[in-house]
């Protein structure tokens, strides 16, 4: 696809804090009284950073609303985490001290990437109450309800049963050496694991730059949680709400299978599978992306609608 302009944002940065005390970095996009505000959660050592396309367009199209990126624990600008917290249980407690401190009013739309997306239904589990009365619309873009333990990565199974447990090792050692001061090997791996068939050449740069500003440490802390990662029951919380389900048919990290489960559990949620795309949905399909977020933001506000 071709690359499309980085956006110029200029956000308001605040630093928020766990229920541990852990400082989580966010920045604040549009007005300060705004009557609802769009949240977006990004994914496994990734960061805030790459939803830039994102916030651009809905604030360009959708002024009259806020939009908040918070780095999780462990990622971005955001403190640092332990093996004992770095969980998506934990995340969704840090969702919500995310809400009670920087959205505390107001009806919120939720859309998380990945780890985001499951972090969503973390948030959800612990306080299903908050589902139509606090959080009116929700996006799930390349995740899953769990069985990710099982995941082929679109190899032999033998292989995929070697890469669960290399993988995590070989992301320390390539992030050791970049925090060691030696610049990251040239991997090709990060291409094919995290994109279709179409990906523009800055985007995987941007990528990468991502994943080798990720410690460690990170890496291999939160690892182990997606083995655990079971939320299938959580999403009859999310089904209370307008949902966008968002999948690449060549996703190798939560494949199409998993998005399918997450449409059968919702049978009332907006479904698109985008052929040749993989797993960083917002590069490599932006444009159709946005412009489905804003179709969830109608749904979800249907009294903003006139305004819009």
């Given at each position: 696809m071709p690359h499309a302009p980085w956006p110029r944002l200029s956000p308001r940065d605040l630093i928020l804090h766990s229920a541990d005390g852990r400082p989580l970095h966010a920045q604040v996009?549009?007005?300060?009284?705004?009557?609802?505000?769009?949240?977006?959660?990004?994914?496994?050592q990734l960061?805030?950073?790459l939803w830039g396309r994102q916030v651009h367009a809905l604030r360009t199209h959708r002024p009259d609303l806020r939009v908040l990126t918070y780095d999780h624990r462990g990622h971005g600008r955001s403190g640092s985490t332990d093996p004992g917290a770095a969980s998506l249980e934990q995340l969704g407690r840090d969702l919500q001290a995310v809400l009670e401190q920087a959205v505390p009013a107001g009806p919120v739309v939720l859309v998380g990437h990945s780890m985001g997306g499951m972090t969503i239904m973390s948030f959800a589990e612990q306080h299903p109450h908050l589902l139509g009365s606090r959080v009116v619309g929700v996006g799930?873009?390349?995740?899953?309800?769990?069985?990710?333990?099982?995941?082929?990565?679109?190899?032999?199974?033998r292989l995929a049963a070697l890469a669960h447990v290399t993988v995590p090792r070989a992301l320390a050692w390539a992030h050791r050496r970049v925090e060691r001061g030696r610049a990251q090997l040239p991997s090709p791996g990060t291409r094919w694991l995290l994109f279709g068939t179409e990906a523009d050449r800055l985007d995987v740069q941007r990528t990468q730059e991502v994943l080798d500003g990720t410690p460690a440490a990170t890496s291999t802390h939160f690892y182990p949680t997606f083995a655990d990662h079971d939320r299938v029951h959580a999403l009859t919380h999310l089904a209370q709400v307008p949902v966008l389900i968002a999948c690449g048919d060549r996703d190798r990290i939560t494949p199409l299978a998993h998005t399918k489960e997450l449409a059968q559990a919702m049978p009332q949620a907006s479904l698109v599978v985008y052929p040749g795309a993989g797993h960083m949905l917002m590069l490599e399909?932006?444009?159709?992306?946005?412009?489905?977020?804003?179709?969830?933001?109608?749904?979800?506000?249907?009294?903003?609608?006139?305004a819009a």
């Open positions: 996009h549009g007005p300060e009284a705004a009557h609802a505000t769009v949240v977006l959660l990004h994914g496994y960061s805030q950073r799930l873009v390349s995740t899953s309800s769990g069985q990710l333990a099982h995941n082929d990565f679109g190899v032999h199974p399909r932006a444009a159709d992306l946005d412009r489905r977020l804003l179709g969830l933001v109608r749904a979800a506000l249907p009294e903003a609608r006139a």
